[in-house]
């Protein structure tokens, strides 16, 4: 499915009300890994508090020990950071990577910003090498203007 054919799904779930934002955060994590090929664990970090990490929230995918990630450490906690995007064709060639598990090749992390400011972000895991292009970046971002709508 095409990313043009996937934003008013995406619409649809983040207008569900009557629905926690976790729960459709995590109906959002499971659409976009059940349609992208490529999306193999795709999860929202947020900002742990008045804490220097990260905190897990929803996800789709196997489950990870990463539910806290400090600022800095890793490619989550570099974006959270950095404030950009963050795109690793190889995993293997990152000297600061944090290995959520060893079938993954590939990491996509898009910041996500309500009114200016850097509040999470959300960040996909790809078993397949190199698969993110510019086209998933547009795409990312786009999501995560859509989900702040739902946060501030």
Known sequence: MTFEALKPQVSTILQQDQLSVEHRLEELCTLLRAEVDYYDWVGFYFKNGDKDE????????????HTIIPFGKGICGQVAVSNQNF??????????????????????????FVDGKNIGQIDIDSNTADPFTEADERFLEWVNEQVSGILS
């Open 54 to 65: 990260l905190k897990l929230s929803s996800y789709a995918g196997e489950p990870t020990d």
């Open 87 to 112: 795109v690793v064709p190889d995993v293997k060639a990152q000297d600061n990577y944090i290995a959520c598990s060893i079938t993954v090749k590939a990491e996509i992390v898009v910041p996500l």
